[in-house]
């Protein structure tokens, strides 16, 4: 998805790894094993750094759930895990996303944004639970929008990685 939108994608274990990012992707998994290796690299003050200096960000599914307040706290939202039921109540939906249009969302054991700060713009609601959230360049959704084959927040992404460097070269 990030080939098709002209990024060129790494993977990120190590604060090595994040020299020379310009912009990150947290993906869908689960949050706690996500946790215990970001603990064990000594990762999560590196990730703040890079992330509260600016650099664009999208997380999905539990990428959500490791930016909210009881993890990275680069969001400025609580999430909830597993918030539509378990494995088994996983689901497809028709969703709107501000900014985006209508897209068909993939949710996976998925959370929702159980409270969201003020400067948080939620994008999208489903059965009036935010799903998607926006925060300066940090864009979290609830779903995985790789599997249904739509590039267009992996774009969004790429489109502010671009914003991002030319505000630093200027």
């Known amino acids: 998805m990030l080939a098709a939108a002209g990024a060129e994608a790494r993977i ?12 990150l992707v947290i993906p869908g998994g689960e949050s706690t094993t996500m946790t215990l290796g970001i603990e064990r690299e000594g990762l999560a003050e590196p990730l703040r750094g890079l992330m509260r200096s600016g650099t664009p960000v999208l997380g999905t599914c539990a990428g959500m759930i490791m930016l909210d307040r009881e993890h990275l706290d680069v969001l400025d939202i609580r999430a909830r895990r597993n918030a539509f039921g378990r494995q088994v109540s996983s689901f497809e939906a028709d969703i709107a996303v501000k900014g985006a249009g209508a897209m068909r969302a993939v949710f996976i054991r998925a959370p929702w944004v159980e409270e969201a700060g003020e400067d948080v713009e939620v994008l999208a609601e489903v059965h009036g639970h935010p799903v998607a959230v926006r925060q300066g360049n940090v ?6 929008p790789e599997l249904t084959g739509d ?12 914003e991002h460097q030319a505000k630093e070269a200027a």
């Open 12 to 23: 990120v274990r190590t604060p090595k790894d994040l020299e020379g990012l310009d912009g």
């Open 139 to 144: 864009l979290a959704v609830a779903f995985h």
């Open 151 to 162: 590039g267009r927040l992996h774009k969004w992404l790429v489109d502010r990685i671009r």
